[in-house]
């Protein structure tokens, strides 16, 4: 029996999650969750798997979500809030397994307080690699810590990777697995076809409209954009310990083939399946054993073709700049992501136009790229300066 924490439980990762976990009762254990604010879909979850203890990091939300326990007599659940007590979720004695899924820099001290906890921390979380890079990676070599990735197309690269290397997450070095280049595979999101003279009156619901996959808003923008996929590389570079020219993009529109890794004797082994996150939510819970995740098995006669083009900087300028930021070191990257954050909420709130969300992450990468980050700290700080910044520069924007 495996005892499990879900940060980020009412969320899309988290709610697969538990969707697979409530297929394998005799497995797995619910003892944490964690949410924002969705009280109604965690007390719901509270019912269903009776976890000893829930954080609500919105106070006024837990306190609601506390007297809906009470009313129906779920007293035994403890009830916490504020984002402190996300690290003592994390860090818990009683938890065995992580599933780190909260969207967003948020995420990342209470992802190090697992990894520092020696827990298995199944990562879904990339804003923690993306924000601090070699700080996290040297955390997890000075613990015990095991680090699986949840990301499906760093699932299929883990999974596609040398059985040794798989046991070396952040420290492998490609050359000696005879590994040639990283293939990171992207669909293209809803606007691979659309004239980039439209792109200015892209709306949010149109951009969260993704064509194969089921994703939060955030995450949906961040795809249409590519900087979903620019997050991908920066975390894939951390991952597994590579260069910025060992990995390359690729758009596969029809999601099916994950991601691959070349070889240098010219093989080429790549992970495919149906375009759905609880298989690589099941690979990582079971790792190295295999599970059932519900999910359909992907149908070879039906399929569609196989299609596979590069990516143009034109129509994904945020691709171009993550890889820029990965290029230029931690600051540019812990900063690009700041700025996303901030810009992509804002164009949901048709604050800016969709173009306009570029034009956001550029100026506060640019200022921000010679800065040196060293520690949590000075993360935390940049972060939090990066933010005001990208809030700035959008009260310079015209939306109409």
């Known amino acids: 029996m495996q005892n499990l924490c879900v940060l980020g439980a009412t969320g899309s990762i988290g709610l697969n999650t538990l969707d697979v976990v409530r297929r394998h009762p005799q497995k797995y254990n619910v003892v944490s969750l964690s949410a924002h604010s969705r009280v109604d ?12 203890t829930v954080v609500m990091v919105d106070e006024y939300s837990a306190e609601q979500l506390k007297l809906k326990l009470i009313a ?26 992580v599933m780190a899924a909260i969207v967003g820099a948020s995420g990342l001290l209470p992802t190090l307080a697992a990894i520092k906890a020696d827990k298995r921390v199944l990562l879904a979380n990339k804003e923690s690699l993306v924000t601090s890079g070699q700080i996290f990676i040297d955390a997890l070599a000075a613990s015990k810590a095991e680090l699986l990735p949840i990301d499906s197309e760093h699932n299929a690269i883990f999974q596609s990777l040398p059985l040794d290397m798989q046991t070396r997450v952040g420290h492998g070095k490609i050359a000696d697995y005879g590994i040639s280049k ?16 439209d792109f200015a009156n892209i709306t949010p619901e149109q951009a969260c409209a993704h064509p194969n996959w089921d994703m939060g808003r955030k995450i949906s923008v961040d795809s249409a954009t590519m ?7 920066i975390e894939a570079k951390w991952l597994f310990n590579l260069d910025v020219d060992d990995i390359q993009v690729v758009l596969h529109p029809q999601s099916t083939i994950h991601s691959m890794v070349q070889y240098v004797d010219g093989s080429v082994i790549a992970q495919m399946g149906n375009p759905d996150m609880r298989t690589p939510i099941a690979h990582a819970l079971a790792y190295p054993q295999r599970i059932d995740s519900g999910v359909e098995p992907f149908d070879f ?28 070191g931690q600051a540019a990257c812990t900063a690009l992501n700041a700025a996303n954050e901030i810009s992509v909420a804002a164009f949901l709130n048709e604050e800016i136009k969709f173009t306009e969300i570029s034009v956001v992450n550029e100026v506060v990468m640019k200022h921000f790229s010679h800065f040196n980050v060293t520690t949590i700290d000075e993360v935390v ?9 990208a809030h700035d520069t959008i009260k310079t924007l015209d939306v109409t």
């Open 301 to 328: 006669f039906n399929c569609k073709n196989f299609e596979f083009c590069a990516a143009d900087f034109k129509r994904y300028p945020n691709l171009k700049l993550a890889i820029d930021a990965c290029r230029q």
């Open 72 to 97: 129906d007599d779920y007293h035994q659940i403890e009830v916490l809030a504020g984002a402190q007590a996300l690290i003592k979720l994390a860090s818990s004695s009683k938890v065995d397994s």
């Open 227 to 233: 900087m979903n996929k620019g997050l991908e590389l």
């Open 381 to 389: 700080d940049l972060d939090s300066q990066a933010r005001a910044l």
């Open 182 to 197: 990283i293939l990171l595979t992207g669909s293209g999101g809803p606007f691979r076809e659309t004239p980039l003279a």
């Open 41 to 52: 879909t965690m007390f719901d979850l509270c019912v269903e798997f009776s976890p000893e």
